[in-house]
Nanobody
Framework: QVQLVESGGGLVQPGGSLRLSCAAS????????MSWYRQAPGKERELVAR????????NYADSVKGRFTISRDNAKNTVYLQMNSLKPEDTAVYFC????????WGQGTQVTVSS
């Protein structure tokens, strides 16, 4: 059974940091690119960051470049999103995505940036 389980969300003040984790199981994690998406209330889901299967290449949405870092540990079947200098506009539910044809999604974790 395929599972993507996100964790690490929460409430943080502007300028703060959070690290999201996504633990994968049920498929050959190390062979697939992985991504983080987010969806804010009333908005469409958007790609935040993507990392190749080896971790050798990453790309980011313009809105998070220089503040967010995606990484992975293939030995632990886990992908991470380090989020620094958080802004209120980063408030959203964050989803992990990956697998063949990027068909697998996690349940999401809420990130709220507010003072």
């Amino acid at each position: 059974q395929v599972q993507l389980v996100e964790s690490g969300g929460g409430l943080v003040q502007p300028g703060g940091s959070l690290r999201l984790s996504c633990a994968a199981s049920g498929f050959t994690f190390r062979t697939y690119a992985m991504s983080w998406y987010r969806q804010a209330p009333g908005k469409e889901r958007e790609l935040v960051a993507r990392i190749t299967s080896s971790g050798g290449s990453t790309n980011y949405a313009d809105s998070v470049k220089g503040r967010f870092t995606i990484s992975r540990d293939n030995a632990k079947n886990t992908v991470y999103l380090q989020m620094n200098s958080l802004k209120p506009e980063d408030t959203a539910v964050y989803f992990c995505n990956g697998g063949p044809l990027s068909r697998y999604w996690g349940q999401g974790t809420q990130v709220t940036v507010s003072s």
